[in-house]
């Protein structure tokens, strides 16, 4: 089901809609205050997330459990969310090499 979350500009206030086709989104409002000035937000159930999401999401002054860090994909986002921080381009070639981290690859080349 397509149900994203919106929170409220107004109150805050956090809601799960339907959105079957693009005129949804115009007709949503909140269910608190009845505001229109909704913003997306990325579910907390999304189970799949795309790299910069979970680079966006990733906090490194959280504490983060052991579990973290045994899902391979998560490996390296602390580093990357760090070269964002200082707003330097992570390029390919990094990327290319977190990616061979994470998959292990990266011993064949040694
Ligand atoms: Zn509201």
New binding site residues.
């Given amino acids: 089901m397509p149900i994203y979350e919106y929170k409220?500009k107004?109150?805050?206030?956090i809601s799960g809609h339907l959105i079957l086709k693009p005129s949804d989104r115009k007709k949503i409002l909140?269910r608190?205050?009845?505001?229109s000035k909704l913003r997306k937000i990325v579910s907390r159930f999304a189970t799949h997330k795309t790299e910069s999401q979970r680079v966006a999401e990733f906090d490194p002054t959280k504490k983060t459990d052991d579990s973290f860090y045994k899902d391979d994909r998560n490996i390296g986002l602390w580093a990357q969310k760090r070269m964002q921080q200082l707003g330097m381009d992570t390029g390919d070639s990094f990327k290319e090499t977190l990616e061979k981290g994470r998959s292990k690859k990266i011993l064949d080349n040694l």
């Avoid at 107004?10 to 206030?13: A, G, M, P, T, V």
């Avoid at 608190?32 to 505001?35: A, Q």
Wanted: hydrophobic residues 10%; contains cysteine.
């Fill in positions: 409220c107004n109150c805050d206030f909140c608190n205050c009845n505001g």
